[in-house]
């Protein structure tokens, strides 16, 4: 998720864009709804206690304890909701030739069900806070509160939710991947222009893209739970499933939660969600901030800093998202 695109790409990627929904007017984070909200409510506080809980446990770092007990409980939570659940382990060449055991963890609702639906996010830590304002605290690992812990809370609570209610007819395939934030640090010499980034997801997508069963649509959670964000249209969403953006952005007015997803031009990001879209022939979009006068960056305050930890983790935000799918996949 962490590399800008060309702004040429931006306005190369815009142009295939046919039409925007009208934007709704909004003053606050949440709004009248402009439609009865579809399926359960979304519940942030079980939510934020999800994304503290991961966060208990350290950074989520590549290689280390708290990464593999991390990925233990998260697996687990998804079998204790009854879904079935896959861990597809391999070993991921890193940047700097690091050998990098990493888990994809998939769980399924209703695994036989058609059409099927992509929900995923990806859940390791970054093992550098190389964009930290203090450049003693370059070579520390980040907490990945947003980064990381915020898109898995809220797959683990749409997966609770969704179970709970029971009326879901369609398949939903949860995926967290790993190994996303391997990517060089800015600090390194070893700059490379090479696919460095979202490494689990580009093993994924290999491993799916011929299969009969693969889900029909995906949406990628990235940094979901940041104070102040808002989800501008992010660039490769546009390109690849722009009936889908709509669809999403939509979604979000319809549940009050328009001012929080603008319909206007975000980034164009390298995400987990572009393997999945060019290798997997999954049509998917990204949910991810786009903070346009921040100037530590465009992602936000504390992306790839120290400061990225439960602190700073808004529950109305994860809510805004959440109820946000929770409206697109009950109204397909």
Not at 30 to 51: I, K, N, R, V, W
Not at 95 to 109: E, K, V
Not at 163 to 171: F, I, N, P
Not at 295 to 304: A, E, K, N, V
Request: charged share 20%.
């Amino acid at each position: 998720m962490k590399k800008l695109i060309t702004v040429i790409a931006i306005i190369a990627l815009a142009a295939v864009a046919l039409f925007a929904l009208k934007q709704c007017k909004s003053n606050g984070g949440e709004t009248t709804p402009l439609h009865q909200p579809a399926g359960p409510d979304f519940c942030a506080d079980s939510a934020f206690a999800y994304c503290k809980a991961q966060c208990d446990f350290g950074p989520r770092t590549m290689n280390s304890a708290a990464h593999d007990s991390c990925g233990a409980w998260i697996a687990q939570k998804f079998r204790a909701l009854g879904l079935t659940v896959e861990e597809q382990r391999c070993t991921l060449t890193g940047y700097d030739g690091t050998q990098l055991r990493a888990t994809n963890i998939i769980a399924h609702y209703r695994p036989d069900a058609q059409p099927r639906t992509l929900l995923c996010a990806h859940w390791d830590s970054r093992p550098w806070a190389d964009n930290d304002p203090n450049e003693e605290n370059w070579r520390k690992p980040v907490m990945a509160a947003n980064d990381g812990a915020s898109g898995v809370a809220v797959l683990l609570e749409l997966a609770r939710i969704i179970v709970s209610d029971g009326t879901l007819q369609t398949g939903i395939d949860f995926v967290c991947f790993d190994a996303e934030d391997w990517g060089t640090p800015q600090w390194s010499d070893n700059q490379t222009d090479a696919d460095v980034w979202a490494l689990g997801s580009a093993y994924w997508a290999e491993s799916i893209k011929d299969s009969p069963n693969k889900p029909r649509i995906g949406i990628l959670l990235d940094m979901v739970g940041g104070q102040g964000a808002q989800f501008f249209q992010e660039g490769i969403s546009k390109m690849y499933a722009m009936g889908l953006v709509n669809r999403v952005w939509q979604a979000a007015q319809e549940v009050g939660y328009g001012s929080l997803f603008p319909i206007q031009e975000g980034g164009t990001i390298t995400d987990d969600h572009l393997a999945v879209n060019q290798v997997a022939g999954i049509p998917t979009i990204d949910i991810i901030p786009y903070y346009p006068d921040c100037q530590q960056s465009s992602f936000g305050p504390t992306w790839h800093t120290v400061s990225d930890d439960i602190s700073h983790i808004d529950p109305n935000t994860l809510k805004a998202v959440g109820q946000t799918i929770v409206q697109t996949i009950y109204t397909e």
